[in-house]
């Protein structure tokens, strides 16, 4: 995209004030991702190849267990020590979760560049209600989330360290877990790690177009979460989105058994221009004129990216 002059010197003089211990910190949470999770890898590479870019992240996602001071709060409150800002809660009663989203600080939508040195990506972080689980389960994540009460305020450092807050887990108490949420095990295994990273798909430069890019990705090999269609779109239309199947993970439980877990995936988000902006030159077009926000209907599906059915795996 074609900036003027003034706007390129105006960004570039608000990307020099802001503060470094985010960037770091952004980069600090995709490092284990990237190690740890091959698809993502790909994807990106593959896109790398044939897109001139940026690649920015639209958001990062979180998963907690919702007791004991280990929920939202827990991993929430370095993000609005750095100025973000809380914002919409969505519920998923079925799955027995709720979920809150946090914006970065204004000018830190629309600074140009990839990765760490761009616009500063939204963050989703969900948590399981887990009050509403039998008291069998209850008392396995329990005893988890009790021995970690006195890291609760590391959560982020535990992320960057790519380690738990809680010893780890036996297998017998994954597999209770799996049997009854999905979501119970993956946080007992991966913790605070980073659930997925989310590439804005409408700041591409070729593959601009979700369905275009979904396309390209699959004949690049990726499998793509076919939970409800390929392509999750919002009912207003403006919100549209798509993930990867997670990586198989080999995991050491406890009891020294090995065994293959689910790990992160990537998603994709094209936000379209809202009707009221349509009038706009493309070049005009900021994220602030885009589909704002999250849709349940939407992110329901996307959860199911973890999901052993999904993912190809039989459980014992
Ligand atoms: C989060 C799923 C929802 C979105 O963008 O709506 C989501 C998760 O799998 O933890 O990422
Ligand atoms: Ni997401």
Redo the contacts with the bound molecule.
């Keep these: 995209l074609a900036l003027s002059v003034s706007a390129q010197k105006r960004r570039i003089t608000m990307a020099a004030a802001e503060v470094p211990l985010m960037r770091k910190l952004l980069a600090g949470f995709v490092k284990p991702y990237f190690e740890k999770n091959p698809t993502a890898v790909t994807a990106l590479e593959l896109i790398h190849k044939e897109d001139a870019g940026p690649i920015c992240y639209d958001?990062f996602?979180f998963?907690t267990f919702g007791v004991d001071g280990c929920g939202i709060d827990s991993i929430a409150q370095i993000f609005i020590d750095l100025g973000y800002k809380t914002r919409d809660e969505l519920r998923f009663p079925a799955k027995k979760l709720r979920a809150l989203w946090f914006s970065p600080p204004e000018h830190l939508y629309e600074v140009d560049g990839e990765l760490e040195n761009g616009p500063a990506p939204r963050i989703?972080i969900?948590e399981l209600l887990v009050d509403q689980l039998t008291e069998k389960s209850q008392s396995v994540i329990r005893k988890y989330t009790t021995a970690a009460t006195q890291y609760n305020r590391h959560a982020a450092t535990a992320s960057v360290l790519n380690t738990l807050t809680w010893p780890t887990p036996s297998f017998a108490d994954y597999q209770q877990l799996a049997r009854e949420s999905e979501y119970a095990a993956w946080t007992l295994v991966n913790g605070y790690s980073l659930?997925?990273a989310?590439v804005s798909v409408h700041s591409l430069s070729q593959l601009c177009n979700i369905s275009k890019l979904n396309q390209f990705l699959q004949s690049g090999g990726i499998k793509l979460n076919s939970e409800g269609g390929i392509l999750k779109v919002s009912p207003d239309g403006g919100l549209q989105?798509s993930s990867s199947v997670a990586d198989s993970v080999q995991y050491a439980f406890a009891d020294g058994e090995v065994e293959t877990v689910a790990g992160s995936y990537i998603?994709f988000?094209e936000r379209l221009v809202l009707p009221a902006y349509s009038s706009l030159k493309l070049e005009e077009v900021r994220e602030c004129h885009r589909r704002e926000g999250?849709?349940v209907g939407?992110?329901d599906k996307?959860?199911e990216?973890?999901s052993s059915d999904q993912m190809g795996i039989q459980r014992r």
């Design positions: 958001h996602a998963r989703f969900s659930n997925h989310t989105q998603e988000a999250f849709e939407n992110a996307i959860f990216s973890t």
